[in-house]
């Protein structure tokens, strides 16, 4: 990193005033913050510079004289480091010494004490690695073009694809194909045949009128509606020479494909939750948990008995729903794709002093934790730095529920300084969110209560609720 003397000096009152706040861990926006009461004409060169990296740490430890940093120059990649203000000595750290040195803020020194460290790496299996950080985000795609290309490069892995396309039938009418394709050299024929058909036809032609010829070279009618739909769903992208069966879709248009697939060609099959023999009465959520075995063999009865055959996927829902998918999964022998909580980038590598560190967490490269969740609404859910795609129009309404200085029915108390940044929390009142532990902490610290305001909002507090945890809140 080259500098001149002034770049050097400000670095220096930047460094100095992060230590001159003592002891403890400050989070990115404070070390902005701190950078920020240096002249802006300064700040610019910083900035611009090698050092503007540095400036997008995310996390800075304090232990004077020492200052720690986390720097992260791109998506998935971390370097650590930390600077002796007075002595002005840098060190390059390794992760695990970082982590010691962020340990020492609670325990001290750690006089060569052992502590528990896991790398979490090795207790998983073997995944394709992704290795530019454009994947990142795209695990799905990623794993569609690996699989695609073992599945191509090896014919006996073609099998299990012609048996796993010959099986879907429905009320005994096959779906995708019929006996005129036996086997996996004569289900690559007919798909360029397929293909060189369908680029003669014009990309709105209806199944119905090429459906005859289709089923003369061994193609049923589940392959799509139109001749668009076909070529580009079904049959693989140009890069693919025509060979590649997409069967692996493009998650991130998954949800959008669901609901246009149903509103044309799918129903809704709704299995009430019946306790038989054993109760009288609906139970509520939390206490359905001992009948779920039974459940799971209700709902794999009517689910055959309805589809004439098993699905090809089945997905769970919270910690109920996914018992039930896994053990509607495993009876049916069919796929089972989980609902699960977002991976964080900050588990990569992080500790609980006197527990135990893990120094290699979550691999951001990794497939599996980095798809996005179908519900991800990129219209809502967008980076606070994009101002123009913020909701503006509610924003009186919002002001008014806030800081109006009358209560009424919609909210109760008033918050009398505005310039008081807001913790906020919505959820549902029930113990298990535990709100009122919130709002004792909230309430016994002096300190907190001077620097913030606290917003909750947790329902209509005039309804008596029916729900059994609501009602012990």
Known sequence: MNLDCKQELTILALLSRIEAKGKGILQHHQVIAEFEEIPEENRQKLIDGAFGEVLRSHTAIVLPPWVALAVRPRPGVWEYLRVNVHALVVEELQLLRFLRFKEELVDGSSNGNFVLSWTLNHLLPPSPAQLFN??????????NRHLSAQLFHDKESLHPLLEFLRL????????????????????????????????????????????????????????????????????????????????????????????????NKAWILSLAFSFRNYLANVLRRFEVWPYLETYTEDVAHELTKELQGKPDLIVGNYSDGNIVASLLAHKLSVTQQGHVLDMYESHTAFTLPGLYRVVHGIDVFDPKFNIVSPGADQTIYFPYTETSRRLTSFHPEIEELLYSSVENEEHICVLKDRSKPIIFTMARLDRVKNITGLVEWYGKNAKLRELVNRVVVAGDRRKESKDLEEKLR
């Open 134 to 143: 454009k994947s990142i985000g795209n695990g799905v795609q990623f794993l």
């Open 168 to 263: 879907h039938s429905y009320k005994g009418k096959a779906l995708m194909l019929n006996d005129r394709i036996q086997n996996p050299d004569s289900l690559q024929h007919v798909l360029r045949k397929a293909e060189e058909y369908l680029g003669t036809l014009p990309p709105e032609t209806p199944y119905s009128e090429f459906e005859h010829r289709f089923q003369e070279i061994g193609l049923e009618r589940g392959w799509g509606d139109t001749a668009e739909r076909v070529l580009e769903i079904c049959l693989g992208y140009p890069d693919t020479g025509g060979q590649v069966v997409y069967i692996l879709d493009q998650v991130r248009a998954l949800e959008n494909e669901m609901l246009h697939r149903i509103s």
